[in-house]
């Protein structure tokens, strides 16, 4: 397929163009009725004066411009005051004389900030609490406005570790010391801001990072889904629309690390993977490394996506609960003292008081081709999913820091099956369960300015069962795939010098898979249990050049695999260079290795619906998949325009046949191989003062390689030689507005032959992927309004739309022989117009 043309492009951005022309349109409309219901500050004041005989002082500066609504006519005096002090967040005061005074509602710190071990004071530290900023003098003095006595104060410095605490812990009688930690560890720094929208940044280690506290808005998407925002990079897809099948440069989503506060994750979705099961809520930040992962991680051939909760204690209460058209939720942050926090989150789909719009598609979506669409007897269906997560920060003093992780999720989808049995109606349930528990603690100390230790234990268990209840033949098959996985790792990290960090560490891991089929007539009971231990040992060198523009990370890592007595050794390489102040040079590099992977059966595994089961290796008829890979980019950043370009080339051995998803001739064989994938990412985005618009491309060559099947080299089941997004933000006030097209090639797939379809009571398949399927594309528009409850709490109302055009896009087709012996092509398509909204509060 040949890459797509100017002209192309064009025509497919009529549909964004007509969307930004209905936002804009909104946005007018929208202003105009704010305009009608509000009015000036100035002229509220102007009208109380006369009715109430009172005089108000100000300076002109701290009303001018300010917009409110317009107060109730039925309220008295003093409550037009309190209505004012909560609309403006400005301090009334009541004079002599029937005078009001008006000033802006702020408090005053000052103090001096120090070096934690020399006592020396810290010129020219930034000390910033929200928009307000002020800088420290040669003795280390500042003196700020605090216009909200909840505000966090966040005090930085090059070379020292950033300070973030409430106002309220600060001394407010006098101006008090403030100490900061030299920092010791070189850690990674943004080098290009904003790399899509505001909260999404690359850094110089060649990782993106999501802050979800900084979160602007995406298409599509008004809760901030952690698996569905990362999709918005270049060169990540989904090839069926879910994010338990995220495809990273044409990898399989086995291949995908997940790791939550350094807890590998054996499961993504709710909903059987239309929703990410991470609450966004607790998970504070995402970071996603295609290539060049350091050394201390292992597993995920294709790249990593790492989310971490927050990492700082936070000494107030803050809570929201929140609702929306597939789940309700709420979250919680409990201070716990001055040196510990907790924070509590939960997520239960509404499904079982309401069925919404939203569910309906998802339903629809996930039910095509299974147990539940087959059979038009079935009733009482339902389908719940929930989550709960915790994280408990404990740091009795500067040197140590404790941290306890807990998350439990789980999806279940029950139904009866029901037949007419000698004229009685027989009726039997089917389910199936899927669900995830884990564990992890984290404890950090400081032993000196020059060293420092990390220690991560964790436990994650993973079980997926299913029933299925047969009436006809009188038969129950119970499937049951558990994964449980236990792990510790140990690091040093030794500060060599202001430019050079040391890091050596240990790390074990040990994997118990097991699969269990079970019929009850006739008698049939398959057990399979494997158990593989690994133990790494790894080291880095980090290091920064004197004018920061230069970064280099080298490091390797040594794996043993104690069954196999197999040894692994794995470099990996991140270099970054700044050159011209806006170019950056970025190349990365690494070899990595995974011995878990999914088997895929289509045909009956767990009623259909969810067709993978976590298998371990055994070196042999399942290898220990292996990978190398090599990217080189370059960067543009400069004026509020970003180009970024990456050419990259990966090569995975080791994988099965049966990992892949065949639907054709080789589904039900068994073989080992390989694939390649050679291709470029790049994105161009240009930042106004209040719009962010941005346009990426991908383009793929994806093969494999089994030298064993009767066709030894044809195109990969993920490759898309071409996938394009068009995307636009806008800010208005307390709105947030955004649009998006998604195009992309159509999956491969095989076609029977169209002279003999059928030979041998089988079908005859032509070459093997040489079909596409036509075109995905697909209109995105979210939107999100802010606005205040009271003084103290404030809430967002968003709107989403998913595939605004309803456009018909097939994901998959197959074949299959019918009763009457002739071929059927079976098609499942992708999400229709998918509706959203949600409405959450802040406290």
Same mark, same amino acid.
């Given at each position: 397929?040949?890459?797509?043309?100017?002209?192309?492009?064009?025509?497919?951005?009529?549909?964004?163009?007509?969307?930004?022309?209905?936002?804009?349109?909104?946005?007018?409309?929208?202003?105009?009725?704010?305009?009608?219901?509000?009015?000036?500050?100035?002229?509220?004041?102007?009208?109380?004066?006369?009715?109430?005989?009172?005089?108000?002082?100000?300076?002109?500066?701290?009303?001018?411009?300010?917009?409110?609504?317009?107060?109730?006519?039925?309220?008295?005096?003093?409550?037009?005051?309190?209505?004012?002090?909560?609309?403006?967040?400005?301090?009334?005061?009541?004079?002599? $004389?029937?005078?009001?005074?008006?000033?802006?509602?702020?408090?005053?710190?000052?103090?001096?900030?120090?070096?934690?071990?020399?006592?020396?004071?810290?010129?020219?530290?930034?000390?910033?609490?929200?928009?307000?900023?002020?800088?420290?003098?040669?003795?280390?003095?500042?003196?700020?406005?605090?216009?909200?006595?909840?505000?966090?104060?966040?005090?930085?410095?090059?070379?020292?570790?950033?300070?973030?605490?409430?106002?309220?812990?600060?001394?407010?009688? !006098?101006?008090?010391?403030?100490?900061?930690?030299?920092?010791?560890?070189?850690?990674?720094?943004?080098?290009?801001? !904003?790399?899509?929208?505001?909260?999404?940044?690359?850094?110089?280690?060649?990782?993106?990072?999501?802050?979800?506290?900084?979160?602007?808005?995406?298409?599509?998407?008004?809760?901030?889904?952690?698996?569905?925002?990362?999709?918005?990079?270049?060169?990540?897809?989904?090839?069926?629309?879910?994010?338990?099948?995220?495809?990273?440069?044409?990898?399989?989503?086995?291949?995908?690390?997940?790791?939550?506060?350094?807890?590998?994750?054996?499961?993504?979705?709710?909903?059987?993977?239309?929703?990410?099961?991470?609450?966004?809520?607790?998970?504070?930040?995402?970071?996603?490394?295609?290539?060049?992962?350091?050394?201390?991680?292992? =597993?995920?051939?294709?790249?990593?996506?790492?989310?971490?909760?927050?990492?700082?204690?936070?000494?107030?209460?803050?809570?929201?609960?929140?609702?929306?058209?597939?789940?309700?939720?709420?979250?919680?942050?409990?201070?716990?003292?001055?040196?510990?926090?907790?924070?509590?989150?939960?997520?239960?789909?509404?499904?079982?008081?309401?069925?919404?719009?939203?569910?309906?598609?998802?339903?629809?979506?996930?039910?095509?081709?299974?147990?539940?669409?087959?059979?038009?007897?079935?009733?009482?269906?339902?389908?719940?999913?929930?989550?709960?997560?915790?994280?408990?920060?404990?740091?009795?003093?500067?040197?140590?820091?404790?941290?306890?992780?807990?998350?439990?999720? $789980?999806?279940?989808?029950?139904?009866?099956?029901?037949?007419?049995?000698?004229?009685?109606?027989?009726?039997?349930?089917?389910?199936?369960?899927?669900?995830?528990?884990?564990?992890?603690?984290?404890?950090?100390?400081?032993?000196?300015?020059?060293?420092?230790?990390?220690?991560?234990?964790?436990?994650?268990?993973?079980?997926?069962?299913?029933?299925?209840?047969?009436?006809?033949?009188?038969?129950?098959?119970?499937?049951?795939?558990?994964?449980?996985?236990?792990?510790?790792?140990?690091?040093?990290?030794?500060?060599?010098?202001?430019?050079?960090?040391?890091?050596?560490?240990?790390?074990?891991?040990?994997?118990?898979?097991?699969?269990? !089929?079970?019929?009850?007539?006739?008698?049939?009971?398959?057990?399979?249990?494997?158990?593989?231990?690994?133990?790494?040992?790894?080291?880095?060198?980090?290091?920064?050049?004197?004018?920061?523009?230069?970064?280099?990370?080298?490091?390797?890592?040594?794996?043993?695999?104690?069954?196999?007595?197999?040894?692994?050794?794995?470099?990996?390489?991140?270099?970054?260079?700044?050159?011209?102040?806006?170019?950056?040079?970025?190349?990365?590099?690494?070899?990595?290795?995974?011995?878990?992977?999914?088997?895929?059966?289509?045909?009956?595994?767990?009623?259909?619906?969810?067709?993978?089961?976590?298998?371990?290796?055994?070196?042999?008829?399942?290898?220990?998949?292996?990978?190398?890979?090599?990217?080189?980019?370059?960067?543009?950043?400069?004026?509020?325009?970003?180009?970024?370009?990456?050419?990259?080339?990966?090569?995975?051995?080791?994988?099965?046949?049966?990992?892949?998803?065949?639907?054709?001739?080789?589904?039900?064989?068994?073989?080992?191989?390989?694939?390649?994938?050679?291709?470029?990412?790049?994105?161009?985005?240009?930042?106004?003062?209040?719009?962010?618009?941005?346009?990426?491309?991908?383009?793929?060559?994806?093969?494999?390689?089994?030298?064993?099947?009767?066709?030894?080299?044809?195109?990969?089941?993920?490759?898309?030689?071409?996938?394009?997004?068009?995307?636009?933000?806008?800010?208005?006030?307390?709105?947030?507005?955004?649009?998006?097209?998604?195009?992309?090639?159509?999956?491969?797939?095989?076609?029977?032959?169209?002279?003999?379809?059928?030979?041998? !009571?089988?079908?005859?398949?032509?070459?093997?992927?040489?079909?596409?399927?036509? =075109?995905?594309?697909?209109?995105?528009?979210?939107?999100?309004?802010?606005?205040?409850?009271?003084?103290?709490?404030?809430?967002?109302?968003?709107?989403?739309?998913?595939?605004?055009?309803?456009?018909?896009?097939?994901?998959?087709?197959?074949?299959?022989?019918?009763?009457?012996?002739?071929?059927?092509?079976?098609?499942?398509?992708?999400?229709?117009?998918?509706?959203?909204?949600?409405?959450?509060?802040?406290?």
């Amino acid at each position: 397929m040949d890459p797509p043309t100017l002209s192309f492009i064009l025509v497919k951005s009529k549909y964004l163009l007509f969307i930004t022309l209905l936002v804009a349109l909104s946005a007018f409309r929208i202003s105009a009725q704010e305009i009608a219901e509000t009015k000036l500050l100035i002229n509220i004041l102007t009208d109380l004066q006369e009715r109430y005989g009172y005089q108000f002082n100000y300076a002109s500066e701290t009303i001018e411009n300010i917009i409110i609504p317009e107060p109730n006519k039925e309220l008295t005096f003093e409550e037009n005051i309190k209505y004012l002090e909560q609309q403006t967040g400005l301090q009334f005061s009541t004079l002599p $004389n029937k005078f009001i005074s008006i000033k802006k509602s702020s408090a005053e710190l000052c103090g001096y900030v120090r070096d934690k071990d020399t006592g020396e004071p810290i010129a020219f530290c930034t000390v910033q609490a929200g928009r307000v900023s002020a800088l420290t003098n040669e003795t280390g003095f500042f003196k700020i406005d605090i216009n909200n006595e909840n505000e966090t104060l966040y005090i930085r410095h090059l070379g020292y570790k950033t300070l973030d605490r409430s106002y309220a812990f600060f001394k407010k009688e !006098d101006c008090g010391v403030i100490y900061l930690i030299p920092n010791r560890q070189q850690l990674s720094e943004i080098i290009l801001y !904003d790399y899509l929208i505001r909260g999404i940044d690359k850094l110089d280690n060649g990782s993106f990072e999501i802050d979800f506290n900084q979160f602007s808005i995406l298409p599509g998407l008004i809760e901030s889904d952690v698996l569905q925002s990362i999709q918005a990079f270049p060169g990540i897809i989904s090839i069926n629309e879910t994010v338990s099948n995220i495809n990273i440069r044409g990898g399989t989503n086995d291949q995908n690390l997940i790791l939550w506060d350094d807890i590998k994750m054996y499961q993504s979705g709710h909903f059987f993977g239309l929703i990410s099961m991470y609450n966004p809520q607790i998970t504070q930040k995402v970071k996603l490394q295609k290539n060049g992962t350091p050394s201390s991680y292992t =597993d995920g051939v294709s790249g990593t996506i790492a989310m971490t909760t927050e990492q700082s204690i936070n000494p107030t209460f803050k809570a929201n609960i929140g609702i929306n058209f597939t789940d309700a939720n709420g979250f919680a942050d409990i201070p716990l003292g001055n040196n510990s926090s907790i924070q509590l989150a939960a997520r239960k789909s509404i499904s079982d008081f309401i069925e919404t719009p939203t569910y309906t598609q998802y339903f629809e979506r996930i039910s095509q081709d299974t147990e539940v669409e087959d059979n038009t007897n079935n009733s009482d269906i339902s389908s719940d999913f929930y989550d709960a997560s915790m994280r408990w920060l404990y740091k009795p003093s500067e040197k140590d820091e404790i941290q306890l992780n807990f998350i439990n999720a $789980n999806n279940e989808l029950v139904f009866n099956e029901n037949e007419i049995l000698n004229s009685e109606v027989e009726t039997r349930q089917s389910s199936l369960n899927q669900n995830s528990i884990a564990g992890g603690l984290r404890y950090k100390r400081t032993w000196s300015n020059s060293f420092s230790t990390l220690l991560n234990i964790y436990e994650s268990d993973y079980k997926l069962k299913a029933i299925n209840a047969n009436i006809l033949n009188d038969q129950r098959f119970l499937q049951e795939n558990k994964v449980s996985e236990t792990g510790a790792r140990i690091s040093g990290t030794y500060h060599v010098s202001e430019r050079l960090n040391w890091v050596i560490g240990y790390h074990f891991v040990e994997t118990k898979v097991t699969n269990l !089929d079970d019929v009850d007539d006739p008698v049939f009971r398959r057990l399979i249990a494997n158990v593989l231990r690994t133990q790494g040992i790894f080291t880095e060198l980090d290091f920064i050049s004197a004018n920061r523009k230069t970064k280099l990370n080298l490091g390797l890592r040594f794996n043993y695999l104690d069954k196999f007595s197999k040894q692994l050794w794995e470099p990996r390489v991140s270099f970054n260079h700044r050159f011209l102040n806006c170019f950056n040079l970025e190349l990365l590099g690494e070899f990595k290795h995974q011995n878990t992977s999914q088997i895929i059966n289509f045909q009956n595994d767990f009623l259909g619906i969810e067709k993978r089961r976590w298998q371990l290796s055994d070196n042999s008829d399942i290898p220990v998949i292996k990978s190398k890979q090599g990217s080189l980019g370059l960067s543009y950043n400069q004026n509020g325009w970003l180009i970024n370009t990456v050419g990259f080339y990966k090569a995975v051995d080791g994988i099965t046949s049966q990992s892949q998803g065949f639907q054709n001739q080789f589904e039900f064989i068994k073989s080992i191989g390989s694939y390649t994938a050679l291709g470029m990412d790049f994105l161009v985005r240009k930042k106004f003062n209040d719009a962010n618009v941005w346009l990426s491309y991908s383009y793929l060559e994806n093969e494999y390689s089994f030298p064993e099947l009767s066709e030894t080299s044809f195109p990969s089941n993920f490759d898309i030689p071409h996938a394009l997004s068009l995307g636009t933000t806008y800010t208005l006030k307390h709105f947030r507005f955004a649009a998006g097209l998604n195009w992309r090639s159509g999956k491969p797939y095989t076609q029977p032959n169209p002279d003999t379809p059928i030979n041998d !009571d089988s079908i005859n398949y032509d070459q093997t992927n040489q079909q596409r399927l036509e =075109d995905y594309m697909r209109v995105d528009l979210s939107a999100i309004y802010n606005f205040k409850l009271g003084k103290k709490t404030r809430a967002n109302l968003g709107l989403s739309v998913w595939n605004l055009f309803d456009t018909k896009n097939d994901i998959n087709i197959f074949y299959r022989i019918t009763t009457l012996g002739e071929v059927e092509a079976i098609i499942q398509n992708s999400l229709g117009i998918t509706p959203n909204a949600t409405f959450r509060v802040y406290f």
